[in-house]
């Protein structure tokens, strides 16, 4: 059967107010304390500012409210004033698109007109929504789609914290449910390395795991880096969240290709950085991302020489068959191959599901988001032809 993608129109679109002036400054992505500090900006006392800062919070993150006029714990006076001081903005939907299993990505466009792109993977009772923390990428992972753009710049906290506020909206979870939540989980996996833009994920996240307000746990939140080694200390201290490696190899000669990141980061090192994760233990185990590329990572020799690394690391591995996307160097193992492999890591005792595809007609699925407000030239098409005749021939024996 053809797959079928829907485009979703404004009608299926979470209303928003008109938008707003340029000089009325954002409060989505602040603190509490600098809320209540641009208050008194505006000319709150001190310290009636800090309970208003607690009253906008709640109408902000616990009922999504975007609207001055819906916050009727404040005086009418305060929201009418308010209204011509500050909005409560949303990412700009270009996009919208929803895949035939339930998949849906949405194209945002921020007020500096860049775009970045977010996923949201429903289950039956639950569902996570993939998070980007920049416009584009730095990393050029030789496997990823995200990887053939040129990183743009980094995402502020408020552009990471609308695009939960935006898949909320959409999925009409206001207020913030107590459970049953079909936006349950957060992984940051979308477009960039997270750890190269630490600050800005880390007060999003914050934000976002605050029990007064969006209230998803921090066991619930999971952070996926390429292996920017000293960072990861940093990660596991001051968020707490589960931590994903991006691998997808285990010889430094090939994850040096796949993965250039590995020149600067060798395996031995972040295999070390991984071993200290604070919190690690059998209940918490750090999760080893594995794409499978036909004949460059996917043999039983690679299979054992995982297990090998993975020796004293509560782990679980999880295998992705490589997702196509136009131009892609690689090709996919072959399910026998990946059933191998898989096998292999499970009766050494390490879980090794192979994740279902999610997406694809769409390209929404693991390593293909890349945005698509992106032109490609001559030259960039050139390029990228001269990348995939590179990796054809680099890979060592």
């Known amino acids: 059967m053809t797959a079928i993608v829907a485009d979703i129109g404004v009608r299926d679109r979470a209303p928003r107010p008109a938008a707003a002036p340029d000089d009325r400054a954002e409060l989505l992505g602040l603190t509490r304390a600098e809320i209540a500090a641009a208050?008194?900006?505006?000319g709150e006392a001190?310290?009636?500012?800090?309970?208003r800062a607690s009253q906008l919070w709640h109408w902000i993150y616990y009922r999504g409210s975007r609207d001055f006029a819906e916050m009727t714990t404040l005086s009418k006076e305060l929201r009418e004033r308010l209204a011509t001081r500050f909005s409560i903005g949303r990412p700009v939907t270009s996009k919208d698109l929803k895949s035939t299993d339930g998949t849906r990505k949405w194209l945002l466009k921020f007020a500096d007109g860049e775009e970045a792109e977010c996923v949201h993977i429903p289950e039956d009772d639950r569902g996570a929504l993939c998070v980007s923390s920049q416009v584009g990428c730095t990393l050029t992972c030789r496997?990823?789609?995200?990887?053939?753009?040129?990183?743009?710049?980094n995402l502020d906290?408020?552009?990471?914290?609308?695009?939960v506020m935006l898949a909320r909206d959409h999925l009409d979870?206001?207020?913030?449910?107590?459970?049953?939540?079909?936006?349950?989980?957060?992984?940051?996996?979308?477009?960039?390395?997270?750890?190269y833009n630490f600050d800005s994920v880390a007060k999003a996240l914050k934000i976002v795991m605050d029990n007064e307000g969006i209230a998803i746990s921090k066991r619930r939140i999971t952070l996926s880096t390429a292996g920017v080694v000293p960072m990861i200390p940093r990660c596991g201290a001051e968020l707490g969240v589960n931590?994903?490696?991006?691998?997808?190899?285990?010889?430094d000669d090939i994850r040096d290709v796949i993965v250039p990141i590995n020149k600067k980061y060798p395996i031995k090192e972040l295999m070390?950085?991984?071993?200290?994760?604070?919190?690690?233990?059998?209940?918490?185990?750090?999760?080893?991302?594995?794409?499978?590329?036909?004949?460059?990572?996917?043999?039983?020799?690679?299979?054992?020489?995982?297990?090998?690394?993975?020796?004293?690391?509560?782990?679980k591995v999880n295998l992705i068959p490589f997702n196509p996307w136009p131009g892609a160097p690689y090709e996919c193992s072959s399910d026998e191959a990946i059933r191998k492999f898989s096998d292999i890591v499970f009766n050494a005792g390490y879980s090794s599901p192979v994740r279902t595809p999610r997406g694809r007609d769409i390209m929404a699925a693991c390593g293909q988001l890349k945005s698509a407000s992106v032109k490609r030239s001559k030259a960039d098409i050139l390029r990228e032809q001269a990348a995939k005749d590179a990796a054809a021939v680099a890979l060592p024996a």
């Open 39 to 42: 208050l008194v900006a505006a």
């Open 46 to 51: 001190e310290k009636p500012a800090k309970m």
């Open 143 to 153: 496997f990823c789609h995200t990887g053939t753009m040129k990183l743009v710049r």
């Open 157 to 163: 906290a408020a552009e990471i914290v609308g695009q």
């Open 173 to 195: 979870e206001w207020p913030s449910p107590p459970d049953g939540r079909m936006l349950s989980n957060i992984v940051m996996m979308g477009m960039g390395e997270p750890l």
């Open 243 to 251: 931590l994903a490696i991006s691998l997808h190899a285990v010889r």
């Open 272 to 315: 070390a950085a991984c071993a200290a994760y604070p919190g690690l233990s059998n209940a918490r185990r750090i999760t080893f991302e594995y794409v499978m590329l036909k004949g460059v990572n996917d043999s039983p020799a690679d299979a054992r020489e995982l297990v090998r690394l993975l020796k004293g690391v509560p782990a």
